[in-house]
């Protein structure tokens, strides 16, 4: 059973802060049987009594008018002196928020030694948050009521002990009161350092002060005596270090080292999670991030993630990847990085692990702690397949981009061991053939995982491809079971602006010593058709030709190649290329990828220069081409059907050129706008028909604690480095002492300390003399 509670309210002037502290405590304070006592000190704002005159009939409420100003220190005494209960002392320009006084309460009654007990607030020196020690506005983004709630959400629940209570709202054990008595009228006067020195009783009494770190209120600050405080402040002050010399050093000391510092970290690292009111929280999950080359290079896949969660404007985006070992989760809002949280897995995944129950439990944990709305799966690598099961469970909808083939096969890009398209020539021996070149797997590894992929497919809401193309892969690969379920939303791309020069191309024809600028542009691997690129280039009979490769080569045959007429431009930043294609100047960008493309954000590059394209006839290449003439597709994969379709353009007439360059120009691009568009009425649509479950008993969720060690490992702790950074030190440390210990010398040493330790002693000895010889 809850204690009674008497609130006690001492009043001078400040109607309308008056006002607002008693409808707020009206509002939020039930669950508790309690009084509101208010002792009007002789204010000489006749509104006050009037005000007061209006409460008098209330039964929650008791009146007293003071014959003569009291000041702050009689006014309370009179109050607890009325008071047979336990007493909040309440400054009348504070604002309480839901179940304040519950808490407080439950926080006093947790140990019998506590006497006080205090909020935090805004405003109310060691217990002011969001900083330490300081008056603080309320934080932007939030109302007092919401950032109460993100308070009470995701509270520590530490409950430390502080050396003194503060005055703005300050709770009271009866029974103290009764021990230790009321507050030193007679030395404090009207007002300052009366708390202080109750507070220094109380410890020395045996009792503890403590702050109830899930409770906020709101504290506007000083009304009263404003003239007179720095006076007050001061007198009072040297009074208090007379009665209690240890009072200024436990503060100081206090202040110094910040116990509170845990609550203060706890509260910067969570408010972004909370400052916004938006139209919901979107996990997406991919296999690298887009803001760090953290698996791998950046390309396509997080590019397009990226595009989206830029332009989303009222979600809270939070990207989830891993390394096998752990999971990292980035929340961004308005396209900025806001938090970084680290969560280790139990055990490490692998490629077999297809369901796995401590990834499932970490994921959930992720998904009920940060009140996950809907989840938008952008690739599954460095994943289970938990995902859409997890999300099903706990009544959230699932959205699957496909970017890759990684639901055909693990390998992602439907070729073979020798990287040659395989979509029509698999069996189950050529499959099995390649998974073991791959990853070394000796049974029929590609049943099974097709087995595991039809029963994901059924989890998922809906699946999103960015080309017409992929989607009829899809649907002729998984049939029934994916085809209702199925659509294109084509990625977009910045506007392109009308940057049309035209080439001196006529008159370069028209000389026959003109020579044609050709490039090649991405990621050059054999995925990408790195061998064709090198035999084209080496094969080619026209000399006229000056080859530009542009990206990161991913194939020695390249990276060795040293040939007069081919540059190398190495790799280059996404917002640098139109910089640098226009510095080059090419005639014709190609690309032979050997897979089928889904997008290619390297073909729109192309076209934002006004650069026609020569394509391989596969996948959203061969689409994207046809569709809007920016080009010439070849009719075959290899280098022969390749060059054969060079000598055609390279002898194609001047008008047939400057046709397909109009062909680029006029068309009508996707862009990310039209794209987001598409994206946010999904988004919307999804996240209005969660299921509105509460979290059940058997819903696994993160405590505060550990979402609060999550978020600190990736923050500075000592000498700026964060816990990652120190671990990532020992291990290289670790590292470093392997290396000395697997030396022929180091062995040597171990050998003799262990067999022969006298040897070492006499060794140690000869050293210290030979060095103190030198030194004299």
């Known amino acids: 059973m809850i204690p009674n509670c008497d609130i006690i309210i001492p009043v001078y002037n400040a109607v309308n802060e008056l006002k607002e502290c008693v409808d707020s405590i009206l509002k939020y304070t039930d669950e508790v049987n309690y009084r509101i006592i208010i002792i009007n000190d002789c204010s000489p704002d006749p509104e006050v009594k009037n005000y007061l005159n209006t409460l008098v009939e209330h039964e929650k409420i008791l009146v007293i008018e003071n014959e003569k100003n009291l000041g702050f220190v009689g006014t309370v005494n009179v109050g607890m002196r009325i008071s047979k209960n336990d007493v909040v002392l309440l400054n009348s320009d504070t ?93 404090f006067g009207k007002g300052y350092g009366e708390e202080n020195d109750f507070c220094c009783r109380v410890i020395e009494h045996g009792y503890r002060n403590i702050l109830a770190d899930n409770v906020f209120i709101y504290h506007k600050g000083s009304m009263s005596f404003q003239g007179e405080k720095l006076k007050l402040m001061k007198e009072n002050g040297k009074k208090l270090n007379e009665k209690y010399p240890y009072y200024d050093k436990m503060i100081a000391n206090f202040i110094r080292e910040n116990p509170l510092k845990k609550i ?55 990207v989830l990847s891993g390394n096998m070992k752990e999971l990292i989760l980035k929340h961004f809002y308005l396209g900025e990085l806001k938090t970084t949280y680290h969560f280790k897995l139990k055990e490490p995944i692998n490629l077999t692990h297809f369901r796995n129950k401590y990834y499932a439990e970490v994921l959930e944990q992720i998904m009920t702690s940060f009140n996950i709305d809907l989840i938008h ?115 977009g791309i910045e506007e392109i602006k009308d940057n049309y020069s035209k080439h001196q191309r006529k008159n370069r024809i028209e000389q026959k010593s003109s020579s044609y600028k050709i490039g090649f542009l991405g990621g050059l691997s054999p995925v990408k058709g790195s061998n064709v690129i090198y035999e084209v280039i080496t094969s080619y009979p026209k000399q006229n030709v000056e080859w530009h490769l542009i990206g990161e080569l991913g194939d020695p045959k390249l990276t060795l190649l040293n040939q007069v007429n081919v540059i190398k431009h190495g790799r280059y930043k996404r917002e640098s290329i139109q910089e640098i294609l226009e510095s080059i100047g090419l005639d014709l960008i190609c690309f032979f990828s ?22 391989t006839p596969i996948g959203a290449l061969k689409e994207r081409v046809e569709k809007n003439g920016g080009g010439w597709v070849a009719e075959g994969m290899d280098s022969k059907s390749i060059m054969k379709k060079l000598d055609e353009i390279m002898n194609s007439t001047v008008e047939d050129w ?21 994206y946010i009425q999904l988004y919307n649509k999804f996240i209005s028909e969660k299921e509105k479950t509460t979290l059940q008993s058997n819903h696994k969720k993160f405590t505060n604690e550990e979402v609060y060690l999550a978020a600190k490992y990736f923050k500075p702790i000592l000498e700026g480095m964060s816990v990652l950074q120190y671990n990532n030190k ?10 000395i210990k697997n030396t022929i010398g180091w062995k040597i040493l171990d050998y003799l300390r262990k067999n022969y330790p006298q040897f070492i002693e006499v060794t140690k000895r000869v050293i210290y003399l030979v060095l103190k010889m030198r030194r004299s």
């Open 730 to 739: 020992i291990h290289e440390l670790q590292m470093e002492l392997n290396s």
């Open 95 to 187: 604002v309480v928020t839901d179940g304040w006084l519950k808490k407080i309460i439950n926080a006093a009654y947790m140990d019998e030694n506590i006497a006080t007990v205090t909020p935090l607030t805004n405003n109310g020196t060691i217990c002011s948050v969001p900083n330490f020690n300081e008056d603080n506005e309320m934080p932007h983004g939030f109302s007092v009521d919401s950032f109460a709630q993100f308070i009470e959400k995701t509270s520590l629940n530490l409950f430390p002990e502080i050396p003194t209570a503060v005055g703005f709202c300050m709770f009271i054990k009866r029974k103290v009161l009764d021990e230790i008595g009321l507050f030193d009228e007679e030395t």
């Open 264 to 318: 203060h970290e706890n509260i910067q690292y969570r408010m972004e999670e909370y400052r916004n009111e938006t139209d919901g929280n979107i996990l997406f999950i991919m296999h690298n991030f887009f803001d760090e080359a953290y698996n791998h290079s950046i390309g396509g896949t997080e590019f397009h993630v990226k595009d989206i969660i830029q332009n989303i404007q009222n979600y809270n985006a939070y």
């Open 658 to 678: 400057e046709k397909v360059k109009d062909n680029i120009r006029k068309f009508k691009y996707r862009t990310k706008k039209e794209m987001m568009e598409d």
């Open 594 to 615: 050997q897979c089928p493309e889904t997008y290619s954000y390297t073909l729109s590059e192309a076209w934002r220069s006004n650069i026609p394209v020569l394509v």
């Open 377 to 491: 799966i952008h690739h599954l690598k460095q994943h289970t397949f938990d995902v859409p099961f997890v999300a099903k469970k706990l009544g959230i909808k699932v959205i699957f981009t496909l970017h890759d083939y990684y639901l055909f096969c693990p390998k992602t890009n439907l070729l073979d061991e020798n990287y040659e398209y395989c979509i029509d020539s698999r069996s189950e021996y050529k499959c099995r053939n390649c998974l073991r070149k791959a990853y070394g797997f000796y049974t029929p590894f590609i049943n099974k995982w097709k087995q595991h992929v039809e029963k994901l497919i059924e989890q998922v809401d809906l699946f999103i491809c960015p080309s017409k193309s992929t989607e009829e892969l899809f649907v002729r690969e998984f049939g029934q079971k994916i085809k209702n379920k199925i659509t294109t939303i084509e990625h």
